[in-house]
């Protein structure tokens, strides 16, 4: 029998519904490539994966790319203008990377978080009081989601009122974030839309915070100041977009693969129902095994050579965090689920100067689901198709429907 080479393309349906067997086959046969007909470097071995995101002949700005140059010119890659004309500090390189993060991150501190953890609780508690009641609900849509958008919602301020108006522009929102290839013009047109909605709302809730400021990270960021500098108000709205549209999907992911992949793993939950202090290991072992995030890009500021392989300044490189996060030589029989196991290792929340600000947010509100869905359900069971998201970054479900 002759197997075919193993090619790298994550917009083929096979590959979107398991990557991991790709992967495995990457790491092994084709560690570093390029993606065919694009032109895109591609990483899934742990050690380059980690070596790239703490290299600085890398950034990722892509306005440094000669490769989305091209792009942008020929338009095959078409994303809203309001995404092209402001960027979060997410997309920035260093100084003015340095700069506004050093701001978010005075706001962004432990003791936010720390007094994030009782709402959190009162959430979860909310929630699972009304999945209690009809012994069957869908953790995506009726648990996770509401659950992450109210604690991102109450972090920066914004009234709960209109959280309902917020999270349907949210969803668009996070839309902008994947890369479509010739996308629908009204896909762009709403993305759009709820880019330029959301923003004149954040911008209204800023100069609110400025007259009248409160105890939320909105006001936080108003007055952040380092080194004599503050936040401007597009950077400002910028920061708030990156939180509420990429911070709370990947938490929601990270649930809803958690709790998949305890029912798909019996021994593992029944480990984790006879200790509880396992569930921190559990979020840790399923950021590894299953991440929201499956991969990020960095951007060659100069020519690199890595394993032999001359990558041209301005290209592009995918860094494959979930296929790196499986790697033996960095978690030992890598396949394997384990919530037992010693010393995880792994790239979820990234590495180096673009770590993830929102990592110990992310955390607290993993272990607190897992602690009550153990404390509250003696069992959890599948209740119909578990449906997974099509998008080409963030896995995760649509629908986990559960049987309490």
Request: aromatic share 8%; hydrophobic share 40%.
């Amino acid at each position: 029998m002759i197997t075919q080479p193993v090619v790298f393309n994550p917009f083929d349906p096979v590959w979107k519904a398991d990557p991991y067997p790709f992967y495995q086959r990457l790491r092994s046969e084709a560690p570093i490539g390029q993606v065919p007909y694009v032109g895109i470097w591609y990483l899934t071995r742990f050690a380059d994966c980690e070596s790239i995101l703490h290299n600085p002949k890398v950034g990722s700005d892509t306005r440094k790319s000669t490769f989305y140059q091209r792009l942008a010119e020929s338009r095959t890659v078409r994303m809203p203008d309001e995404v092209a004309d402001r960027r979060s500090f997410l997309f920035l390189d260093p100084p003015d990377h340095t700069r506004l993060r050093s701001l978010v991150m005075s706001a962004f501190t432990p003791k936010v978080i720390n007094a994030m953890r009782t709402t959190i609780q009162t959430l979860i508690d909310e929630l699972l009081a009304l999945a209690t009641d009809r012994q069957q609900f869908d953790l995506v849509d009726e648990f996770a989601y509401p659950l992450a958008f109210s604690v991102i919602s109450n972090l920066l301020g914004i009234p709960s009122h209109d959280q309902d108006r917020f999270r349907v522009w949210s969803k668009d929102m996070a839309g902008s974030n994947d890369p479509m290839m010739d996308p629908p013009p009204d896909v762009v047109e709403r993305q759009q839309c709820a880019l330029r909605e959301g923003s004149d709302y954040i911008r209204a809730i800023i100069s609110s915070r400025r007259e009248a400021p409160r105890d939320d990270l909105i006001s936080a960021l108003v007055a952040a100041q380092v080194a004599g500098h503050q936040l401007t108000d597009d950077e400002i709205v910028s920061t708030v977009t990156l939180l509420v549209a990429a911070g709370h999907e990947s938490t929601v992911s990270m649930i809803g693969n958690a709790v998949h992949a305890l029912i798909q793993h019996p021994q593992q939950l029944a480990y984790l129902r006879r200790d509880v202090r396992l569930a921190r290991a559990a979020i840790e072992e399923t950021l590894r095994w299953d991440p929201p995030v499956q991969m990020t890009q960095r951007i060659g500021l100069e020519d690199l050579e890595i394993e032999g392989h001359h990558i041209d300044q301005g290209t592009p490189i995918l860094v494959v965090l979930a296929a790196a996060n499986r790697d033996d030589n960095a978690n030992p029989d890598g396949e394997r689920f384990d919530i037992t196991r010693d010393n995880i290792r792994h790239l979820a929340f990234g590495m180096g100067t673009h770590f993830c600000l929102g990592a110990a947010l992310a955390r607290a509100e993993g272990v607190a689901v897992l602690n009550a869905l153990v404390a509250r359900f003696p069992q959890w069971e599948l209740a119909g198709m578990a449906v997974r998201r099509e998008d080409l970054v963030m896995r995760g479900f649509q629908a986990l429907p559960l049987e309490v």
